[in-house]
Nanobody, 124 residues
C-alpha cells in the first residue's frame, strides 16, 4: 500500500514557475515508477510526465517538453514536477500516481495508487 500526498500548487501568472512535490508513504517507494497527470474542468485526466524507479528515464507529453522536469529522490520518498514557462492552458488539478512496472507509463489506467491532487492555476 502506498499513500501519496501532493503539494506545491497555487496561482501563478503566465510565464511563471511552480514546483510540485508528491510525498509517498511506505518503504517501497523505489519499487514504483511515478507519474504526474492533470485534469482540467470538463476534460479527461491526461498524462504529463513519468519517471522510472531509479530516475534514470523520464517521459513527457509533447506539450510540456522543455518546460516541465520530473525528478525523484528515493531517499526522501518524493517525486517532483518542476514547471517553468507556465501557460494558462496548464491550469488543472495535478495528480501524482505510482505504478509497478515500466510499461504503459502514459496510461492512467495502469497506475495503482493516486494522490488527492493539487490545484494549479495560471493567469494570463
Amino acid at each position: 500500500q502506498v499513500q501519496l500526498v501532493e503539494s506545491g500548487g497555487g496561482l501563478v501568472q503566465a510565464g511563471g514557475s511552480l514546483r510540485l512535490s508528491c510525498a509517498a508513504s511506505g518503504r517501497t517507494f523505489s519499487s514504483y515508477a511515478m507519474g504526474w497527470f492533470r485534469q482540467a474542468p470538463g476534460k479527461e485526466r491526461e498524462f504529463v510526465a513519468a519517471i522510472s524507479r531509479s530516475g534514470g528515464s523520464t517521459y513527457y507529453v509533447d506539450g510540456v517538453k522543455g518546460r516541465f522536469t520530473i525528478s525523484r529522490d528515493n531517499a526522501k520518498n518524493t517525486v517532483y514536477l518542476q514547471m517553468n514557462s507556465l501557460k494558462p492552458e496548464d491550469t488543472a488539478v495535478y495528480y501524482c500516481a505510482a505504478k509497478r512496472g515500466l510499461s504503459s507509463l502514459s496510461s492512467r489506467y495502469e497506475y495503482d495508487y493516486w494522490g488527492q491532487g493539487t490545484q494549479v492555476t495560471v493567469s494570463s
